[in-house]
């Protein structure tokens, strides 16, 4: 029986969509797969690393990163559904306890420092620094609904509305904040404009005047001219983020370790094995081209001690520390 054309004419699209589709399939057949995903705040070092490790592996490695939060990421890493979590803070003792039930190990190793920055908008005139104290006074639970315009915070700043923009709950970021400004990590206001996306809360604030927020310093210096950063006084006077700040420790309480997290089963993958050594190779280069600020050789070097011993475990005891140095943390590891 013959074909007829009207009904010839539809087959053969659809003949060599099909085609296409199992001829692409077929190119990612046997192709090894490296599942990360979590913090949007090590997002642009990761996807960068992905990038040029993908480009050298001409392929032949497929790196998928996703952006789902730190405490997202650890939802999934914690369950063996991934073999890498991206973390703007450390594993959390209720994440450590989930990952032991699942029988999932970790190997926790820094990639960066980050400067934690407020932000507000280019056209507010009315502040160059703030202090802890003015930001607990914002941000914490009992101020939701309270302190709406900014007269409410210091009486000589306008009678203006106050529009606020921050991390999501499942943020790192929103950890470590609300520890460092408020005390208690996940204590804070929730009438505010929430995100684990960084970039939403970029628009919002270079949109709206009466805008105040914080995210990873990155995410500030690829838009330097639609934000406006503002110095913090954590008690000895005020003091802006900066690679040199960041670094030498002196932009306090805000400066913060940046960290993956690698399966311990999937650390034996040659694949996996291979991206890490890749990873903590070409980071300094490549933190710095993203706009964060890169750890020490000496630091480095460790980390990839760490990785190729298989060393599990975490050296902050399941809570995001304020304020602490990670030289100090591993010289009392080491002791």
């Given at each position: 029986?013959?074909?007829?054309?009207?009904i010839?004419?539809?087959?053969t699209p659809?003949l060599?969509?099909?085609?296409?589709?199992?001829?692409?399939?077929?190119?990612y057949?046997?192709?090894?797969?490296i599942?990360?995903d979590?913090?949007?705040?090590?997002?642009p070092?990761?996807?960068?690393?992905a990038?040029?490790?993908q480009k050298?592996?001409?392929?032949?490695i497929?790196?998928?990163?996703?952006?789902?939060?730190?405490?997202?990421g650890?939802k999934?890493?914690?369950?063996g559904?991934?073999?890498?979590s991206?973390?703007?803070?450390?594993?959390?003792?209720?994440?450590?306890?989930?990952?032991?039930?699942?029988g999932?190990?970790y190997i926790e190793?820094?990639v960066?420092?980050?400067?934690?920055?407020?932000?507000v908008?280019?056209?507010?005139?009315?502040?160059?620094?703030?202090?802890?104290?003015?930001?607990?006074?914002i941000?914490?639970?009992a101020?939701?609904?309270?302190?709406?315009?900014?007269?409410?915070v210091?009486?000589e700043?306008?009678?203006?509305?106050?529009?606020?923009?921050?991390?999501?709950?499942?943020?790192?970021?929103f950890?470590?904040?609300?520890?460092?400004?408020?005390?208690?990590a996940?204590?804070?206001?929730?009438?505010?404009?929430?995100?684990?996306?960084?970039?939403t809360?970029?628009?919002?604030?270079?949109?709206?005047?009466?805008a105040?927020?914080?995210f990873?310093?990155?995410?500030y210096a690829?838009?330097?001219d639609?934000?406006?950063?503002?110095?913090?006084?954590g008690?000895?006077?005020?003091?802006?983020?900066?690679?040199?700040t960041i670094?030498?420790?002196?932009?306090?309480?805000?400066?913060r370790?940046?960290?993956?997290?690698?399966?311990r089963k999937?650390?034996?993958?040659?694949?996996v094995?291979?991206?890490?050594?890749?990873?903590?190779?070409?980071t300094p280069?490549?933190?710095?081209q993203?706009?964060?600020?890169?750890?020490t050789?000496?630091?480095y070097?460790?980390?990839?001690?760490?990785?190729?011993?298989?060393?599990?475990?975490?050296?902050?005891?399941?809570e995001?520390?304020?304020?602490?140095?990670l030289?100090d943390?591993?010289a009392?590891?080491k002791?």
């Open positions: 029986m013959k074909v007829k054309p009207k010839r004419s539809l087959i659809l060599l969509a099909s085609c296409f589709s199992l001829l692409a399939n077929a190119s057949a046997g192709t090894p797969v599942k990360i979590g913090s949007s705040t090590v997002y070092i990761t996807e960068a690393v990038e040029e490790f050298a592996n001409k392929g032949m497929r790196v998928t990163v996703g952006i789902s939060g730190t405490g997202g650890f999934k890493f914690t369950k559904e991934l073999d890498i991206d973390a703007s803070r450390p594993i959390l003792a209720k994440e450590m306890e989930e990952a032991k039930k699942n999932v190990e190793l820094p960066a420092y980050d400067g934690l920055s407020v932000m908008n280019p056209a507010n005139n009315w502040i160059t620094s703030m202090t802890v104290a003015d930001l607990k006074k941000w914490e639970p101020a939701q609904g309270k302190i709406t315009r900014w007269n409410q210091r009486p700043w306008p009678d203006a509305p106050l529009k606020l923009f921050g991390a999501g709950a499942d943020s790192g970021t950890d470590y904040f609300t520890e460092a400004m408020v005390g208690k996940k204590s804070s206001r929730g009438d505010y404009t929430a995100s684990e996306d960084d970039n809360l970029v628009q919002g604030i270079a949109t709206d005047k009466n105040l927020g914080y990873g310093y990155a995410y690829e838009n330097k639609r934000l406006k950063l503002v110095a913090i006084d008690g000895k006077g005020p003091v802006l983020p900066s690679e040199k670094m030498d420790g002196t932009y306090q309480p805000l400066s370790p940046i960290f993956i997290y690698i399966n999937s650390a034996d993958k040659p694949e094995k291979q991206f890490v050594e890749f990873y903590l190779k070409n280069n490549l933190v710095k993203v706009k964060y600020v890169p750890l050789d000496q630091l070097k460790l980390a990839l001690e760490h990785f190729n011993q298989k060393k599990t475990g975490t050296v902050f005891g399941g995001a520390q304020v304020g602490v140095k030289e943390l591993l009392k590891e002791k």
